[in-house]
């Protein structure tokens, strides 16, 4: 019943939000801000519709992608939404997406040393307004803010979890949820197979190796994809028929959810249920 829209909201984005606000209202919505021409555009629409708009401010504690750094302007930026009527401070937003050490001990110090700064001003901030949240962390760095029960933690990959994450943050032990089942399509040449699981099908932002690892294949490189094909090199080539399924886990599932209209869920072996990836649309009519 509480949604907090982690994204900068702007032109358009701004009304849609209102009316999602006025669509549900039995939910709880919030709007990340993190500098004052953001504050005036939500607060000057929200005063057209007459909605009162829950926010955080979004703190850059060193990812330098969105937020504001802790400073002087930080503090003209609270000093600001405080006496808002049609504004309400709900706390501080912080996502610290640049810790991704394999290595569990140097992270945790790493994302605990940069929040030192953002739990000195929140803990100043609660001395006035005990109702204050923190949000914070993505899936890397969850594993070190729930230790802290005033935190909460905002991670997402983990849902369905992926193969990067897997290799990468051993002291998480989730499970695969998601598969992309894939078939050899062609045997072109002595030692290469072909499936159909191009980049159409599979999240390819990363390097060739880093994109699907198969569960029941061993032995294998994937050498290239093209946009639905993806072409592999194989030890035991005489044993693989064409039209054999491989079920591949996908290095990076969120990218990879976005590329595919509906999951089709499966119980003990058997298909019984279909969900659509809303997410997927650009633009959700409500
Ligand atoms: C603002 C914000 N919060 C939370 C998350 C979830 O992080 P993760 O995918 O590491 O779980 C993301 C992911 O990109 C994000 O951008």
Redesign the pocket.
Known sequence: DSVLV??QLVGPKINRFIALIQHFPTTKFAAIIDNTDSLLALEKEAMNSNVSIDVYIDINNGMDRTGIEIGQGLNELIDQIKPSNTLKFKGL?V?D?QFRDSDYDDRHAQVEGAMQQVLKLYEDLKNESKELELVC????T?SSHLFHAYRIC?????VFWDWG?DEKLSEQNFQYAVLIVTRIISKPTEGIITIDLGHKSVGSENPIDKRVKFLNLSNYSLKSQSEEHGVLEVDNWDELKVGEVLFGVPFHI?PTVNLHDAFSVISNGKKVDQWQIAGRQRKITI
């Open positions: 982690a994204h937003h996502y997406g962390g993505g899936t890397p969850f905002s991670p997402g990959t983990c994450y969120c």
